[in-house]
């Protein structure tokens, strides 16, 4: 289904004039299921580089491309990717477990749906985008599908996880291709302390480019404006800490 989407809050978040904002919805196809991606850019600037942002488990909405927005700024196209499909649109949280469980239990599946949606983003040739300039990065799930997409050896110049998972029942090594930026609440109740661990002896092992960032007030959701529970809030500090984290990096990788 397609959705209208708030225009002028986008740009809003982007800082640019609504005119200025393209809003295109992009559409791919994976073992006959469509999926519906939207594609974000200040065509008054075509952007060179871009960025495959992956949502939270409610996956494709208004909130996501704001998100989207804050956090990776105007400097590059923002394609928000659609991995669950476009019928499938959650809006309880158990809607939204019951989506994104399966995709956890089956990381391949995951990665295949990932790549997909980068092969639509780079298709984009309009854009004038290289090829070669493409970045992905996640929000909670979102982060586990950008880490999983570069586990699996995915072309893209960075990759970085915004209060994700950082298990993977398929360590990379010497998969990753790019650089790798880990942003973490460290009361975030679903990564453990072990968890961490392991996820820095899987970048150390693989000899990549890695970074990690420990928010002490933060835990997950931390860029989710609607987040307010216990160990999964939204920290406004932390969310414009790691926006200014993930766009230095970009700004740097992307070039």
């Known amino acids: 289904m397609s959705h209208p989407w708030n225009a002028a809050a986008i740009a809003e978040k982007l800082g640019i004039p609504a005119a200025d904002l393209a809003v295109e919805t992009i559409s791919h196809t994976l073992d006959g299921i469509e999926y519906e991606n939207v594609l974000l850019f200040d065509r008054t600037k075509p952007p060179v580089s871009g960025v495959l942002s992956v949502p939270n488990y409610f996956g494709i909405r208004q909130q996501a491309l704001e998100i989207a927005a804050t956090t990776i700024g105007g400097e590059h196209a923002i394609f928000v990717a659609d991995v669950f499909g476009k019928t499938v649109r959650p809006t309880t949280g158990d809607d939204a477990l019951a989506v994104i469980i399966p995709l956890k239990q089956d990381r391949a599946e995951l990665r295949r749906r990932m790549h997909a949606a980068l092969a639509a983003f780079r298709q984009q040739q309009a854009l004038q985008i290289d090829a070669a300039q493409v970045g992905v990065c996640g929000f909670c799930f979102g982060g586990t599908a950008a880490l ?21 029942p398929s360590p990379a090594a010497s998969a990753f291709k790019g650089a790798v930026l880990v942003l973490h609440g460290v009361q975030d109740p679903s990564v453990p302390r072990e968890q961490v661990n392991g996820f820095i002896d899987e970048v150390s092992a693989a000899g990549i480019d890695w970074q990690l960032i420990n928010y002490g007030q933060a835990g997950h959701s931390f860029t989710d404006p609607d987040a307010n529970n216990p160990g999964f809030f939204y920290h406004r500090q932390t969310a414009e800490r790691a926006a200014l984290a993930l766009q230095d990096f970009f700004g740097e990788v992307l070039n």
């Open 148 to 168: 999983e997409l570069a586990r699996d050896g995915a072309d893209v110049r960075g990759a970085v996880s915004l209060h994700g998972a950082l298990d993977t």
